[in-house]
């Protein structure tokens, strides 16, 4: 995985260079995730998913500003950035007809706390374990550190996924439990069955991404392998259970109000929703008026309705 893959995505690296450009020099990397990337129920105005790994963030605002492509005020980005990072934000150039990308845009060293050995919670972690592209690398130098990142990142999993494990599995089903767990520490609009969809998109991806990991694993004595596939060796006790499910609830907690956050970075963030849950629902999403003029007042009845009846099967689009 290198910059040059890049040409893999000429829309992505299109749109990714003008970021760049735009950036005045304050970026470092731009890495794609998603449904576009995973080929995931994407339709044709699905926006690319990128991490945006910047050096310093007020520089970074300060430029997209100055061009004209940051839609809120430069003190309040800078001001929210290191609260919950990432910022989640638009980049819409030529209102759209440059391209559409819904960017995490993150500082280097918060990057390396969000997907380190000790991560607040697992908003940046549960999307960087799963397949990710380098699109644009300031230089060589970068993209050997955000390897080295990701693979670290890999070779942790089955620390955090082990209280969740029962029985033999392998390195898929590794992934495909880590899948699982990430999903249900989000309050996200995405029908149930979208971890499963997510997960057969990317099989291939977990079996190579962290079968190094169960190797080291038994070579520590962590696993046992039976045959093609590994047990624990020791079950997880009940206080690593319950220190688990602690410490999901307070990711689910930080990624709750980080809608709040959203709100505030994010333009356009309403429209943005309803398209993503219609296409994840296959539901017909036509707002009201006072809906859009006030939604956290009046958008809550119909939001709680379609968390609460998610479609248990992802729609077909």
């Not at 893959?5 to 304050?26: M, N």
Request: contains cysteine; neutral net charge; charged residues 25%.
């Amino acid at each position: 995985m290198k910059a040059s893959d890049g040409i893999q995505w000429p829309e992505a690296r299109e749109l990714a260079e003008r970021l760049v450009e735009e950036g005045d020099g304050s970026v470092l990397l731009v890495l794609m995730y998603g449904s576009r990337l995973w080929k995931t129920n994407p339709d044709l105005h699905s926006a690319l998913d990128f991490v945006v790994i910047v050096d310093d963030y007020r520089s970074f605002f300060s430029g997209l500003a100055r061009r004209g492509s940051l839609h809120r005020p430069v003190g309040l980005m800078t001001g929210l950035a290191s609260i919950l990072p990432p910022n989640v934000m638009a980049y819409t150039p030529d209102d759209g007809r440059g391209g559409i990308a819904k960017c995490l845009v993150i500082r280097q060293d918060d990057f390396t706390h969000a997907i380190g050995e000790a991560p607040p919670d697992h908003f940046v972690l549960g999307r960087m374990v799963q397949s990710v592209g380098i699109v644009w690398a300031v230089g060589a130098s970068e993209e050997g550190w955000i390897q080295e990142q990701l693979s670290g990142a890999h070779g942790r999993v089955l620390d955090w996924v082990a209280p969740y494990i029962e029985g033999p599995f392998d390195a898929a089903e590794l992934g495909h439990r880590l899948l699982e767990v990430c999903y249900q520490g989000e309050i996200r609009p995405e029908s149930r069955g979208r971890a499963g969809r997510v997960f057969e998109a990317q099989a291939e991806h977990f079996s190579a991404a962290l079968q190094p990991s169960l190797d080291a694993a038994v070579a520590a004595g962590t696993l046992i392998r039976e045959g093609d596939r590994y047990v624990l060796s020791e079950t997880s006790s009940v206080r690593a259970k319950r220190r688990s499910r602690d410490y999901f609830r307070r990711s689910k907690a930080r990624s709750t109000l980080r809608w709040f956050k959203h709100v505030a970075t994010f333009a356009n963030w309403l429209p943005y929703l309803a398209r993503k849950v219609e296409r994840h629902t296959g539901r017909t999403i036509e707002l009201t008026t006072l809906e859009r003029k006030l939604p956290f007042i009046f958008l809550w009845p119909r939001a709680v309705q379609i968390l609460m009846t998610k479609p248990r099967r992802e729609m077909d689009t």
